[in-house]
């Protein structure tokens, strides 16, 4: 079975831009939640997404935007980037967004801003 | 706010040797505790977890006690081989349980080496 699939894997941007992430999460997980990981640091919760809602949103401003679609996939959208936005960005499906349940994480998508 | 905070690396050993990572938290509930573990170049696996207070999580050689008198939940294996070289992270988990949210909380990662 496939794994948590995130793309694309590298992407560079230059400041001002506009980026989106996508996530495809394991066969039958309904949950999908964002982590942001600055080299040299632990990953950051961004966001998480249950039956297409939004179930949780870490301290991040405004520019960062994620949806859910119908097939339980993911988008992470960031709007006017900024250097400090370079980062390695991380998505994890789960079955429910619970404590109780495993977390599954993609190998992300590292996003340079030069 | 909830924080994780983990012993600073990198740490160097050398095969067969002891590790113990020292990992402690500040929640203001009970948290789950979890120690996960990177691999270069990819993403994050769960290595093992503790629900409630004496719980020891333990797999493929490498243990946790949550310990919530010194609120710690330190990671330990009686002895390192080279495939044990990653990045492991100690967190935990805050929100409710039955679908409300769910998030971790990452504390800084602990680089170790391990060589032959």
């Known amino acids: 079975d496939a794994g948590v699939t995130q793309s694309p894997t590298h992407l560079i941007k230059t400041r001002g831009q506009h980026v989106t992430l996508r996530c495809s999460p394991i066969?039958?997980?309904?949950?999908v939640s964002w982590y942001q990981q600055v080299l040299g640091q632990g990953p950051q919760f961004i966001f998480q997404?249950?039956?297409?809602?939004?179930?949780g949103r870490g301290n991040f401003p405004d520019r960062f935007s994620a949806r859910q679609f119908p097939n339980y996939s993911s988008e992470l959208n960031v709007n006017a980037l900024l250097l400090g936005d370079s980062a390695l960005y991380l998505c994890?499906?789960?079955?429910?967004?619970?404590?109780?349940?495993?977390?599954?994480f993609g190998s992300g998508t590292q996003l340079s801003v030069l | 706010g909830n924080s994780v905070t983990q012993m600073e690396g990198p740490v160097t050993l050398s095969e067969e040797a002891f590790l113990t990572i020292n990992c402690t938290y500040t929640?203001?509930?009970?948290?789950?505790l979890f120690w996960y573990v990177q691999y270069p170049g990819e993403g994050l696996q769960l290595l093992l977890k503790?629900?409630?207070?004496?719980d020891k999580g333990s797999n493929k050689g490498f243990e946790a006690t949550y310990r919530k008198e010194t609120t710690s939940f330190h990671l330990e294996k009686g002895s390192v081989q080279v495939s044990d070289s990653a990045v492991y992270f100690c967190?935990?988990?805050?929100?409710?349980?039955?679908?409300?949210?769910?998030?971790?909380?990452f504390g800084k990662g602990t680089l170790l080496t391990v060589n032959p």
């Open positions: 997404y249950y039956e297409k809602e939004e179930r």
């Open positions: 994890a499906s789960s079955l429910y967004p619970s404590t109780n349940e495993k977390l599954f």
């Open positions: 503790a629900t409630k207070a004496d």
């Open positions: 967190a935990l988990s805050e929100g409710g349980s039955g679908g409300s949210n769910y998030k971790l909380t």
């Open positions: 066969s039958g997980h309904k949950s």
């Open positions: 929640a203001t509930g009970y948290p789950s």
